[in-house]
């Protein structure tokens, strides 16, 4: 049978058919319909964890276990998982397993480009990477086989491209996978140093077993056509290649981890020119380099963004298609929603002239015109911390007026450690974290304090306020978003104490309330004094005469009535 799939759903199918039992990820666009896809297969346990590192430990845990275990994640969630997968390199599988990576040239959802293939080099581990959909499932399904056979983690890397394009997958029926025997083995997976050192060599073993193996490997493969110009490419770069001059030859390589260097000799002593077209680094371009060989690269392509057929083709040939008629469209950028519970906290953020260190998430769009309120924005988890160090370089009357902003999700993942650290060097600090009881940036995912899993069945409901005050924060309150003045007279009497002190403003994303039957409009009142607009709420817009609001888009969140000082709004039923 075939299916129309993007390539995160035939990873997700790809794993289903290679008898995956464990599947364990935190979200993170573009790699988070992986596992919502495969939480859809009953035969396989999955989960949203807290964090990367955890998820990864897990399926560490599923695979000494004898089970076969896929993690995934985006680009800098492998931040957060590696140590234990520089370890577990080490120690090597018992079930198979493999760590998809998603990266994100273009940086269309994330805070940088770096490249995942430098974790496969140094971490000494296998990666494949497909260049559409049916290799994404082919793939995923190699990468378990190659995990066993070498005794490897294996890691899988895709690009916003592959992961959110659709194609054509022919599916399988899944292979029946026994769990793998169990046997304690200390020398294996206990790596205190005596043990480390004779896995590492195992390492150096295995590595050269596949780079060598590599070479026959049928995803590595020469298409030889016009040989005046040879080009190698990997991914959805392969696509862009075989657009862009179909007549070339091209060495598609599936594995760029470890290459197949007597295929690129070959390859490269059959075609005049020599060309290797990467995005992001020059991962295959160095290695090739260092092997000897001549060849243009980065000289001609860039390292940042992502590729296009017409810009390859002028790269190489100096032919550019015909410019396309410029289509004036006007700027649309990211924006709060209508009704969003964040916006509340940032307006008064903003009003107060707080200095705001904030963390990644929908509230990072805090930082936009017009609500201007947040100062830093640095990775998951970094809010708590840079706040805890302004403090320190700045003294005790700065962080009077300075707070955190984090996310529950977040505060989750990567702040709890940061709120502990603060209270423990006797910082002074306010933290607020924004609750909407969801994983908003990356489509509403659970997480541990929403009360259900990854299948949406009900389960332990974290407290985060008895988890602050265990942390040791000197006051907990809570406050509603949408409640300005509550907000306001909190942020200012936690600011005024010494200590590390949190204020949990918690009210559900609005995506998620849909029981609202009312709207705003605005009457003859307004002066157009334009103050509704530092809102920056998509739903109100500015006139000759007057401001008014889209009842389509309006969610009734009132935040535009309590800031009119005329009584200009009013509410109205639909």
Same mark, same amino acid.
């Given at each position: !049978?075939?299916?129309?799939?993007?390539? /995160? +759903?035939?990873?997700?199918? %790809?794993?289903?058919?290679?008898?995956?039992? @464990?599947?364990?990820?935190?979200?993170?666009?573009?790699?988070?319909?992986?596992?919502?896809?495969?939480?859809?297969?009953?035969?396989?346990?999955?989960?949203?964890?807290?964090?990367?590192?955890?998820?990864?430990?897990?399926?560490?845990?599923?695979?000494? %276990?004898?089970?076969?275990?896929?993690?995934? !994640?985006?680009? @800098?969630?492998?931040?957060?998982?590696?140590?234990?997968?520089?370890?577990?390199?080490?120690?090597?599988? #018992?079930?198979?397993? =493999?760590?998809?990576?998603?990266?994100?040239?273009? !940086?269309?959802?994330? $805070?940088?480009?770096?490249?995942?293939?430098?974790?496969?080099?140094?971490?000494?581990?296998?990666? &494949?990477?497909?260049?559409?959909?049916?290799?994404?499932?082919?793939?995923?399904?190699?990468?378990?086989?190659?995990?066993? #056979?070498?005794?490897?983690?294996?890691?899988?890397? &895709?690009?916003?491209?592959?992961?959110?394009?659709?194609?054509?997958?022919?599916?399988?029926?899944?292979?029946?996978?026994?769990?793998?025997?169990?046997?304690?083995?200390?020398?294996?997976?206990?790596?205190?140093?005596?043990?480390?050192?004779?896995?590492?060599?195992?390492?150096?073993?295995?590595?050269?077993?596949?780079?060598?193996?590599? *070479? %026959?490997?049928?995803?590595?493969?020469?298409?030889?056509?016009?040989?005046? =110009?040879?080009?190698?490419?990997?991914?959805?770069?392969?696509?862009?290649?075989?657009?862009?001059?179909?007549?070339?030859?091209? &060495?598609?390589?599936?594995?760029?981890?470890?290459?197949?260097?007597?295929?690129?000799?070959?390859?490269?002593?059959?075609?005049?020119?020599?060309?290797?077209?990467?995005?992001?680094?020059? @991962?295959?371009?160095?290695?090739?380099?260092?092997?000897?060989?001549?060849?243009?690269?980065?000289?001609?392509?860039?390292? $940042?963004?992502?590729?296009?057929?017409?810009?390859?083709?002028? +790269?190489?040939?100096?032919?550019?298609?015909?410019?396309?008629?410029?289509?004036? =469209?006007?700027?649309?950028?990211?924006?709060?929603?209508?009704?969003?519970?964040?916006?509340?906290?940032?307006?008064?953020?903003?009003?107060?002239?707080?200095?705001?260190?904030?963390?990644?998430?929908?509230?990072?769009?805090?930082?936009?015109?017009?609500?201007?309120?947040?100062?830093?924005?640095?990775? !998951?988890?970094?809010?708590? %911390?840079?706040?805890?160090?302004?403090?320190? +370089?700045?003294?005790?009357?700065?962080?009077?007026?300075?707070?955190?902003?984090?996310?529950?999700?977040?505060?989750?993942?990567?702040?709890?450690?940061? &709120?502990?650290?603060?209270?423990? *060097?006797?910082? *002074?600090?306010?933290?607020?974290?924004?609750?909407?009881?969801?994983?908003?940036?990356?489509?509403?995912?659970?997480?541990?304090?929403?009360?259900?899993?990854?299948? /949406?069945?009900?389960?332990?409901?974290? #407290?985060?306020?008895?988890?602050?005050?265990?942390?040791?924060?000197?006051?907990?309150?809570?406050?509603?978003?949408?409640?300005?003045?509550?907000?306001? *007279?909190?942020?200012?009497?936690?600011?005024?104490?010494?200590?590390?002190? =949190?204020?949990?403003?918690?009210?559900?994303? @609005?995506?998620?309330?849909?029981?609202?039957?009312?709207?705003?409009?605005? #009457?003859?009142?307004?002066? /157009?004094?334009?103050?509704?607009?530092?809102?920056?709420?998509?739903?109100?817009?500015?006139?000759?005469?007057?401001?008014?609001?889209?009842?389509?888009?309006?969610?009734?969140?009132?935040?535009?009535?309590?800031?009119?000082?005329?009584?200009?709004?009013?509410?109205?039923?639909?």
């Amino acid at each position: !049978m075939k299916k129309l799939l993007i390539g /995160n +759903a035939a990873v997700a199918r %790809g794993a289903y058919e290679a008898g995956v039992r @464990v599947a364990c990820a935190y979200p993170g666009t573009p790699s988070t319909e992986i596992t919502e896809e495969i939480s859809k297969y009953d035969e396989i346990y999955s989960e949203w964890s807290p964090n990367e590192k955890v998820a990864l430990e897990v399926a560490i845990g599923a695979s000494i %276990g004898g089970a076969r275990a896929i993690c995934c !994640m985006k680009h @800098v969630g492998v931040n957060v998982a590696a140590d234990p997968l520089f370890t577990f390199s080490y120690t090597g599988v #018992n079930g198979g397993l =493999v760590l998809v990576c998603a990266d994100d040239p273009g !940086m269309h959802s994330s $805070q940088n480009e770096q490249d995942s293939r430098r974790y496969a080099l140094a971490a000494h581990v296998p990666m &494949l990477e497909p260049s559409d959909s049916q290799e994404a499932k082919d793939f995923t399904r190699l990468a378990f086989e190659i995990s066993e #056979n070498y005794d490897t983690p294996a890691m899988l890397r &895709l690009t916003t491209r592959v992961a959110h394009s659709q194609s054509v997958v022919e599916l399988s029926d899944p292979e029946r996978v026994e769990l793998k025997p169990y046997a304690k083995d200390a020398a294996k997976y206990v790596m205190v140093p005596a043990n480390a050192r004779e896995r590492h060599k195992a390492v150096e073993r295995r590595m050269k077993a596949l780079a060598e193996d590599c *070479n %026959g490997l049928p995803i590595n493969r020469i298409e030889y056509g016009d040989r005046s =110009v040879g080009i190698i490419c990997s991914g959805n770069v392969y696509q862009y290649v075989k657009e862009a001059l179909p007549q070339a030859s091209v &060495l598609k390589l599936g594995m760029v981890h470890p290459l197949p260097q007597r295929l690129i000799r070959e390859f490269a002593k059959n075609v005049e020119q020599l060309y290797i077209a990467e995005e992001l680094e020059p @991962v295959i371009e160095t290695q090739v380099k260092a092997m000897g060989i001549s060849c243009k690269g980065k000289e001609l392509f860039t390292v $940042q963004g992502e590729y296009s057929a017409g810009m390859i083709r002028q +790269a190489i040939t100096g032919e550019a298609k015909a410019a396309l008629q410029p289509v004036l =469209v006007p700027p649309r950028p990211p924006v709060l929603c209508a009704g969003c519970p964040h916006r509340g906290v940032f307006y008064v953020l903003n009003k107060l002239r707080l200095t705001v260190s904030s963390d990644i998430g929908c509230y990072s769009l805090g930082a936009s015109k017009p609500l201007n309120a947040i100062d830093a924005v640095l990775c !998951m988890g970094a809010s708590i %911390g840079m706040a805890h160090g302004m403090e320190k +370089a700045r003294g005790r009357e700065f962080a009077r007026k300075a707070v955190a902003v984090i996310g529950d999700s977040t505060f989750i993942h990567s702040g709890i450690t940061g &709120l502990i650290d603060a209270v423990y *060097n006797k910082g *002074n600090l306010t933290l607020i974290i924004l609750d909407n009881s969801t994983t908003g940036m990356t489509g509403h995912q659970h997480h541990p304090a929403s009360g259900f899993t990854i299948k /949406n069945e009900p389960t332990h409901l974290l #407290n985060l306020e008895a988890l602050c005050l265990a942390c040791g924060a000197s006051s907990v309150r809570v406050v509603d978003s949408y409640d300005m003045e509550g907000l306001e *007279n909190a942020i200012k009497e936690e600011t005024g104490r010494d200590g590390v002190s =949190v204020i949990i403003a918690r009210r559900s994303c @609005v995506l998620l309330d849909k029981g609202r039957k009312n709207y705003y409009t605005v #009457n003859a009142k307004c002066t /157009n004094c334009k103050l509704c607009l530092r809102l920056g709420c998509p739903a109100i817009t500015s006139g000759e005469k007057a401001s008014a609001i889209d009842k389509s888009l309006c969610t009734a969140c009132g935040l535009c009535k309590k800031v009119c000082r005329f009584g200009a709004v009013e509410e109205a039923q639909r």
